[in-house]
Antibody, heavy 122, light 107 residues
Framework: QVQLVESGGGLVKPGGSLRLSCSAS????????MSWIRQAPGKGLEWVSY????????YYTDSVKGRFSISRDNAKNTLNLQMDSLRAEDTAIYYC???????????????WGQGALVTVSS | DIQMTQSPSTLSASVGDRITITCRAS??????LAWYQQKPGKAPKVLIS???SLESGAPSRFSGSGSGTEFTLTISSLQPDDFATYYC?????????FGQGTKVEIK
């Protein structure tokens, strides 16, 4: 069955870096759009980044542009989020989420990882 | 960007109550709307997709309706397990925006 497992979260000082990974099983990452969505403590859901199935289309929310980078390792079926120059406001749970398939037909977000907590604090 | 506005932000209700949450989109999204339930410490779980289609495993007391710009989620008889936060999300466009959430509390 479909499973997404995030890793790499933790406590980091402002200005530091972290790399989140999302290991996918039960499907092939390169057949789907994949996203990172975050949730700050006590707040709502915010898109951080997504990558199309082909890898040709990548989106970043304005607040992370130039600091975060999404990538995919097809051999390991893993999605990554490299987070540099971290700020206190990046503190959140980061979810790896499977989005629509390669056909582009809109799809609700049925599959979410358990979330990885990133805390940026001195 | 499409703005999604949910109301109310908080709803206090009792077990057995019928409750309705409203979600408005800033432009027409057809029926590309989903409702999610989130409990503390857990990832959101989709309850309704395509505005009114109940997801497999979701209890039948949940129902959704609407099209265009106005949508509702109704819980016909609130159960103890339903106290949670609910989000609407449009997925007509990529990185579909979420509403700000509605927390359903015990009265």
């Amino acid at each position: 069955q479909v499973q997404l497992v995030e890793s790499g979260g933790g406590l980091v000082k402002p200005g530091g870096s972290l790399r989140l990974s999302c290991s996918a099983s039960g499907f092939t990452l390169s057949d789907y759009y994949m996203s990172w969505i975050r949730q700050a403590p006590g707040k709502g859901l915010e898109w951080v980044s997504y990558m199309s199935h082909s890898g040709n289309t990548i989106y970043y929310t304005d607040s992370v542009k130039g600091r975060f980078s999404i990538s995919r390792d097809n051999a390991k079926n893993t999605l990554n989020l490299q987070m540099d120059s971290l700020r206190a406001e990046d503190t959140a749970i980061y979810y790896c989420v499977r989005d629509r398939g390669a056909t582009g037909v809109p799809a609700a977000l049925t599959y979410w990882g358990q979330g990885a907590l990133v805390t940026v604090s001195s | 960007d499409i703005q999604m506005t949910q109301s109310p932000s908080t709803l206090s209700a009792s077990v057995g109550d019928r409750i309705t949450i409203t979600c408005r989109a800033s432009q027409s999204i057809g029926t590309w709307l989903a409702w999610y339930q989130q409990k503390p410490g857990k990832a959101p779980k989709v309850l309704i997709s395509k505005a009114s289609s109940l997801e497999s495993g979701a209890p039948s007391r949940f129902s959704g309706s609407g099209s265009g710009t106005e949508f509702t989620l109704t819980i016909s008889s609130l159960q103890p397990d339903d106290f949670a936060t609910y989000y609407c999300q449009q997925y007509n466009s990529y990185r579909g925006e979420f509403g700000q959430g509605t927390k359903v509390e015990i009265k």
